[in-house]
């Protein structure tokens, strides 16, 4: 494999994970996926994220609660992220969080780490409580911030197959060519 197809084999070997080894991501690859948000691209280079990085299991346990369907996973995950951002620093923090949240998942998948994204924005906890709402106060976080999701990295305990070439939705793709 030359360096150049290094990205796209990591792209098609990424999938989703949601069943983790309980063993502990090593301090030194949680050392590189602290770096690798901070690195990461912003608008105007304004960097209105905030990153909190979770090993603690009961901590885990809780934020597993942030929404009915589709985080009850992150109890065995043995690291989350929590994606956030001050909405006062920039009018696109959505995608600044975004930006940074694939190139976590993807740092996670060249180190053997597997991942998944949980949504958070715009999902609700319960009746009465957003999503954002419940992690806020988890966090004891103010209320300028809001969160865009939270990303589960641990050693995977199960394996997907990559979706297949021909699985594609080409129809996705529109050329103008010159």
């Given at each position: 494999?030359?360096?150049?197809?290094?990205?796209?084999?990591?792209?098609r070997a990424r999938r989703s994970t949601r069943k983790f080894?309980?063993?502990?991501?090593?301090?030194?690859?949680?050392?590189?996926?602290?770096?690798?948000?901070?690195?990461?691209?912003?608008?105007?280079?304004?960097?209105?994220?905030?990153?909190?990085?979770?090993?603690?299991?009961?901590?885990?346990?809780?934020?597993?609660?942030?929404?009915?369907?589709?985080?009850?996973?992150?109890?065995?995950?043995?690291?989350?992220?929590?994606?956030?951002?001050?909405?006062?620093?920039?009018?696109?923090?959505?995608?600044?969080?975004?930006?940074?949240?694939?190139?976590?998942?993807?740092?996670a998948q060249s180190m053997g780490l597997g991942s998944c994204?949980?949504?958070?924005?715009?999902?609700?906890?319960?009746?009465?409580?957003?999503?954002?709402?419940?992690?806020?106060?988890?966090?004891?976080?103010?209320?300028?911030?809001?969160?865009?999701?939270?990303?589960?990295?641990?050693?995977?305990?199960?394996?997907?197959?990559?979706?297949?070439r021909e699985e594609l939705l080409d129809e996705k793709i529109?050329?103008?060519?010159?």
């Amino acid at each position: 494999m030359t360096k150049n197809d290094y990205m796209i084999e990591l792209i098609r070997a990424r999938r989703s994970t949601r069943k983790f080894k309980a063993t502990p991501v090593e301090d030194n690859k949680v050392e590189i996926l602290k770096e690798t948000v901070l690195r990461a691209p912003s608008s105007r280079n304004l960097a209105p994220w905030q990153f909190i990085f979770i090993t603690r299991a009961d901590v885990l346990q809780e934020l597993s609660r942030v929404k009915p369907h589709g985080a009850s996973f992150l109890h065995e995950a043995p690291l989350a992220v929590v994606m956030c951002a001050d909405i006062r620093v920039s009018d696109v923090w959505v995608e600044d969080c975004a930006v940074a949240a694939v190139l976590l998942q993807m740092t996670a998948q060249s180190m053997g780490l597997g991942s998944c994204w949980v949504q958070v924005r715009r999902r609700s906890h319960d009746a009465d409580v957003t999503s954002e709402e419940f992690v806020r106060k988890l966090f004891s976080l103010p209320d300028h911030y809001a969160v865009a999701s939270i990303i589960a990295i641990g050693y995977p305990d199960e394996i997907h197959n990559p979706i297949l070439r021909e699985e594609l939705l080409d129809e996705k793709i529109h050329c103008i060519d010159g």
